[in-house]
């Protein structure tokens, strides 16, 4: 079965520094697909960022980047240059490799960012 | 604006009743995703349908259930609602539900079980 592992349930970052978010996952498909969503207080549920289990390179968009170590099993999302509004729930998620899979939801990480 | 709307964003009943919840998806959207968020259970998979046709299930209960129409809006039924069914139930949807395709999410049906 496929599983996602969020081990961060909380952390502080100070604005304008650098913050990693861990996300480790289990799964026996060769062909996967990882999404990072945010979820401010407001409660609705922002797409970030996507990595295919085959791709080359690490997927970056503006301040997020995703550090994608596929034999560790691992997707951290690295924010640069937190801002106040980073502060939210980041989930890491995954889609399986058969066509048309669920997509399942890591436990989340709690980001807030200090002045 | 995801382009997903939910109707109704909040609902209030009483335990043992049956509420439904419904989904219009992004405008082409074939598939629909149903999740539900508790403080507890974090985000959770519920069902999931393409075109008209359960594709994916996830831990929903017996109690549950939901359909997509025609035109491919979704509704989700709960019924003997119990107090732990309290909850936010989301709503997603994506094109064709490849791999590589990110889910837009509704803003969500806040669910209160009195």
């Known amino acids: 079965a496929q599983k996602i592992t969020q081990t961060q349930p909380g952390m502080f970052v100070q604005e304008k520094e650098a913050v990693t978010l861990d996300c480790t996952y289990d799964?026996?498909?060769?062909?996967?697909?990882l999404f990072w969503y945010k979820q401010p207080s407001s409660g609705e549920m922002i797409f970030l960022i996507y990595?295919?289990?085959?791709?080359?390179q690490n997927a970056t968009e503006g301040r997020y980047s995703l550090n994608f170590q596929k034999a560790r099993k691992s997707a951290n999302l690295v924010i640069s240059a937190s801002q106040l509004g980073d502060s939210a729930m980041y989930f890491c998620a995954m889609r399986g490799g058969n066509s048309y899979d669920k997509v399942i939801f890591g436990p989340g990480t709690s980001l807030s960012v200090i002045p | 604006d995801s382009g997903v709307t939910q109707t109704p964003k909040h609902l209030i009943t009483a335990t043992g009743q049956r509420v439904t919840l419904r989904c219009s998806p992004r405008?082409?959207?074939?598939?629909v995703y149903w999740y539900q968020q508790s403080l507890d259970q974090g985000l959770q998979f519920l069902i999931q349908?393409?075109?008209?046709?359960?594709?994916a299930k996830g831990n929903i209960l017996e109690r549950f259930s939901a359909q997509q129409f025609p035109d491919l809006h979704s509704e989700l039924n709960l019924s003997s609602l119990e107090l732990g069914d309290s909850a936010l139930y989301f709503c997603?949807?994506?094109?064709?539900?490849?791999?590589?395709?990110?889910?837009?999410f509704g803003s969500g049906t806040q669910l209160s079980v009195l």
């Open positions: 799964t026996s498909d060769q062909s996967y697909g």
């Open positions: 405008s082409g959207d074939l598939s």
């Open positions: 990595q295919g289990s085959y791709d080359e």
């Open positions: 349908y393409y075109n008209g046709e359960e594709r």
């Open positions: 997603a949807s994506s094109r064709l539900g490849a791999q590589s395709e990110k889910l837009f």
